[in-house]
């Protein structure tokens, strides 16, 4: 450290100096009966007194110099992924190398400062040279060193690898910004080895039961042409399907469609195998599970009509194009013989009628848990539809009918109805409808509209409610054959009356999930480096959520070891992060209680094993000698490791930074100063005392 000297502070301290001698001249110059000696002390004291306090009154502030030396960081990265250590060039030395990478780091240490870290899926501290890591992400590694070590002296980085980086991309972007050169060890074999592999599966993430789904796989092979290998797809070890893969090139690609059925509900693991070759450098790439959703969406749906009638039809062909509903049509006396619990949405095609046909059927239809759709027209008996449900209530009169247009109701959300679709069904011909007035007595979600010629009304004409938690729809009219007639007449492209039917069918097919307590992953599988996340919800008899009680979870792998964890409560639900566990299948069984009521959910997931480091062997030294130019660097191969010391040293770029550091002190603060300020005074005092002056 360095005071700064200028000249203007060294005139000043003459002044200073010249008042404390003034002063001491004033005082004792003519004090003779002080003997020579004392009186030459108190006039240097006097003089220095002074000297200091006029130094402390005009400046009161010192501008202190500091330089400090910071050696260059030296950065190694040692690549510690599964490929780096399993796939080795001919002559490759695993011991030598790792002597001579901590040589390397020795002899570093002598000049510079030397960091070490170990990268693959996480970052280290240190040399690691087990090669366990199941990933490889450099872009971590330099993001690592960018935040650590921002604005330092970073002299160079020394990066060890094969250049297969399968997670976090290239880091050649983010090496910019370390302003440093990059020397990079090339590991690994770029001369491809003999090798099956699953590159990469296609499929759907939900199938419907009973149908056949194509599961698309890419398999490629290195170093294999004349193999023939097999492609087999089992599913809970029973064997699905076998392909047989002939290999006619080096290198050889090829996507084959595999056709599956679906044959359990659930999700379904289903394992894709290729068969190993002798001498293969890898056979965990010849392996891939994917998870699948098997659901049960088909619906039965019955159509129910007192007579035959044209808008039957209608409503038969537009359900029926959805391979996902099984569709019935059953006429007048032949519906006793049905059981409505057989069904899960029910078309109610005027019914009930002034026939009075069916009843026996119509009971089972009040009783039963199924959506309805009534569709009220000429036949339709009103007293008995009003007893049938409490929903709606129409007075009118059979004998009379009216003729109503549609319009669209812009505030209906239960589905979309496009623009287009709404001029279309906007300009149809009129629905014939008893006369009458409708009473809607509870909540309901209106799509349509009754317009009579150009006077909109209030009255509604296509409804959706809930009556006693079953959905229900009302149609007010028949003639829907008649839309269909204009749509053909006028070559009006789609179908808006089979999209408005079938959407319709959608909303009241759909069940609500009326559960209380609700326990979900946020996937049916994870991969093993992927933390397992969990959401759970709560609700109360009014169906509101609560989040008061605490929720426990025990989550279960298949040979029985538990995992017990607490939920975190969030503003109205649970969440819960289980961290990562071993590859494999799990179950897991969530537990409540809400007042004196005890809640169970249960569910199951799966965690694969990550190939990723199987799936690229071949090394990518192309890729570290571009990140080496980019920066100045340059590339080695192992046997030149140690020519990199001599690189460093020769680098003129890498130098020792000196960091000046200014700064300004009050001399106050200086306690020395007030010290000797007070003694001097004392020691003045004192003789002045002794010799008579005071």
Not at 124 to 144: C, E, M, P, Q, V
Not at 409 to 427: L, M, V
Not at 468 to 495: F, V
Not at 505 to 513: H, R
Request: some cysteine; charged content about 20%; aromatic content about 12%.
């Amino acid at each position: 450290m360095e005071s700064s000297f200028t000249f203007y502070t060294f005139l000043s301290l003459v002044g200073c100096i010249a008042a404390g001698i003034f002063f001491a001249w004033v005082l004792y110059s003519k004090a003779d009966h002080v003997s020579k000696n004392v009186r030459y002390l108190l006039a240097v004291i006097r003089a220095t007194l002074v000297t200091i306090i006029s130094f402390l009154l005009f400046f009161p502030l010192l501008r202190t110099i500091s330089y400090e030396l910071e050696k260059p960081l030296i950065i190694i990265g040692q690549d510690n992924s599964i490929s780096a250590g399993q796939v080795k060039a001919a002559g490759f030395n695993s011991t030598r190398y790792e002597m001579e990478l901590e040589e390397l780091s020795d002899k570093l240490s002598e000049k510079y400062d030397v960091r070490k870290y170990s990268f693959s899926d996480t970052v280290s501290s240190g040399f690691d040279f087990s090669y366990k890591g199941k990933l490889t992400n450099a872009y971590k590694f330099i993001s690592k060193i960018n935040d650590e070590l921002q604005n330092r002296n970073i002299g160079a980085v020394i990066l060890s690898s094969d250049g297969i980086f399968n997670r976090g991309g290239s880091p050649l972007y983010d090496l910019s910004k370390l302003k440093a050169p990059v020397y990079t060890i090339a590991l690994g074999d770029t001369i491809p080895k003999k090798d099956l592999k699953i590159a990469n599966v296609n499929s759907n993430d939900i199938v419907y039961l009973d149908n056949e789904f194509v599961i698309e796989v890419q398999v490629q092979a290195f170093e294999s042409k004349g193999a023939l290998p097999v492609l087999k797809v089992s599913e809970a070890g029973r064997e699905l399907s076998s392909t047989l893969v002939a290999v006619s090139s080096n290198p050889f690609v090829k996507t084959l469609a595999l056709k599956v059925k679906a044959t359990k509900l659930g999700t379904q693991k289903y394992t894709l195998t290729l068969t190993s070759l002798p001498g293969e450098v890898s056979t965990a790439n010849n392996t891939r599970h994917i998870f699948i959703d098997v659901i049960d969406a088909r619906q039965k749906v019955l159509i129910a009509a007192a007579v035959s009638h044209p808008d039957v039809a209608i409503f038969k062909q537009a359900i029926a194009s959805n391979e996902h509903y099984e569709v019935n049509v059953v006429v007048g006396e032949d519906l006793n013989n049905l059981n409505p619990a057989d069904y899960g949405l029910i078309i109610l095609y005027q019914l009930p009628s002034t026939y009075n046909v069916a009843i026996p059927f119509l009971n089972g239809v009040k009783a039963s848990t199924a959506s309805l759709w009534f569709v009220l027209g000429a036949q339709s008996n009103l007293a008995a539809f009003n007893q049938m449900q409490t929903a709606l209530t129409y007075v009118g009169n059979n004998n009379s009918l009216q003729q109503s247009y549609s319009d669209i109701n812009p505030k209906f959300t239960a589905f979309d109805i496009d623009a287009q679709s709404a001029k279309i069904i906007e300009g149809f011909d009129p629905l014939l409808a008893p006369l009458g007035s409708i009473s809607v007595n509870t909540n309901a979600t209106i799509a349509l509209t009754q317009r009579v010629g150009k006077i909109k009304t209030q009255y509604p004409q296509l409804i959706f409610t809930t009556d006693k938690g079953k959905k229900m729809e009302y149609l007010i009219g028949e003639g829907l054959w008649r839309w269909k007639l204009s749509e053909a007449k006028n070559n009006i492209e789609g179908t808006a009356v089979g999209n408005l039917i079938s959407k319709s069918v959608q909303y009241l097919s759909l069940k609500d999930d009326k559960r209380k307590f609700k326990v979900y992953s946020t996937k049916s599988s994870f991969d093993e480096d992927e933390p397992i996340l969990l959401n759970a919800a709560l609700y109360n008899d009014s169906y509101k959520p609560v989040n008061s009680p605490d929720v426990g979870i025990q989550i279960k792998n298949s040979q029985g070891k538990s995992y017990n964890f607490l939920f975190t409560r969030t503003d109205a639900a649970y969440q819960l992060d289980a961290g990562t566990l071993p590859a494999g299948n799990y179950s897991y069984t969530a537990t409540t209680k809400l007042g004196d009521k005890p809640y169970t959910a249960k569910g199951i997931f799966f965690i694969n094993n990550v190939v990723a480091e199987y799936q690229q062997t071949t090394a990518n030294h192309q890729l570290l000698a571009s990140m080496a130019a980019q920066t100045n660097g340059k590339m080695y191969h192992p046997v030149q490791l140690l020519n990199i010391y001599k690189d460093i040293l020769n680098n003129d770029q890498i130098k020792t930074l000196s960091y000046e550091d200014r700064k300004y002190e009050e001399l106050i603060n200086y306690k020395w100063l007030f010290a000797l300020t007070l003694v001097l005074l004392s020691v003045e005092w004192f003789f002045r005392k002794r010799t008579g002056e005071v």
